[in-house]
């Protein structure tokens, strides 16, 4: 079965300063993997995936992600946080069969100024 | 923008009316979801369309009725809600199933009194 984990609610880091959000996964077959972000009150935003080749991936408003196959892992970062990068980050991972997404539990960043 | 539009954006409905919610997209997807956001809970998969067919009912209860009248629109039409209800409907697009990128709308808050 298909899964992510957000093994953190919330959190801090000073504009700046370089951020980091994590996210494992547990996946059968090859590993798919999505970083979505959420403003407040609006919808979820899509960042960057992984499908395979490099396991540095660039995405959008200078994120990246490092897909790390021995550590299960998929974390999202950026070398240096903007206030504006506040907001609620989701990993995701698409099913082997049918529609059904599977998002992580959500991850709060505060930037502080 | 997204290219997936939603309205309303916010609604205030009593437990025994009867009200709509519909999205749109302009992104030339076949497949379109809603999802059910609530506050502390991972994000939850309700329906999915893909050309306007049904493929997935994740266990919604009835009063709960989507419609998906053509590749472009969804809607989600609402009666006898409980404020157990009251959340972030969020609609998603994606060129087709699976492991395809989903686009999201800004969602539609609903309160249910």
């Known amino acids: 079965a298909q899964s992510v984990a957000q093994p953190e609610d919330q959190v801090n880091v000073a504009e700046g300063n370089p951020l980091t959000v994590k996210c494992t996964y547990s996946?059968?077959?090859?590993?798919?993997l999505f970083w979505y972000v959420q403003y407040p009150n609006r919808g979820l935003q899509f960042l960057l995936k992984y499908i395979t080749g490099d396991n540095l991936v660039k995405g959008s408003y200078g994120f990246e992600a490092e897909f790390n196959k021995s550590q299960t892992s998929f974390h999202l970062k950026k070398p240096s946080a903007l206030v504006s990068d506040s907001a609620l980050y989701f990993c995701?991972?698409?099913?082997?069969?049918?529609?059904?997404?599977?998002f992580g539990t959500g991850t709060s960043l505060t930037v502080i100024p | 923008e997204t290219g997936v539009t939603q309205t309303p954006r916010h609604l205030v409905m009593g437990m025994t009316n009867k009200k709509s919610l519909k999205c749109e997209q302009h992104?030339?997807?076949?497949?379109m979801y809603w999802y059910k956001q609530s506050a502390k809970k991972p994000l939850e998969l309700m329906f999915v369309y893909n050309f306007k067919e049904q493929t997935e009912n994740n266990s919604v209860p009835s009063r709960f009725s989507p419609e998906c009248p053509n590749s472009s629109h969804l809607f989600l039409h609402l009666h006898t809600l409980q404020p157990e209800d009251s959340a972030l409907y969020l609609c998603?697009?994606?060129?087709?199933?699976?492991?395809?990128?989903?686009?999201f709308g800004p969602g539609t808050r609903l309160t249910v009194l």
């Open positions: 998603a697009s994606s060129q087709g199933d699976g492991v395809d990128t989903q686009y």
């Open positions: 995701a991972v698409p099913p082997n069969t049918g529609n059904q997404f599977y």
């Open positions: 992104l030339g997807h076949n497949a």
């Open positions: 996946v059968s077959g090859n590993p798919y």
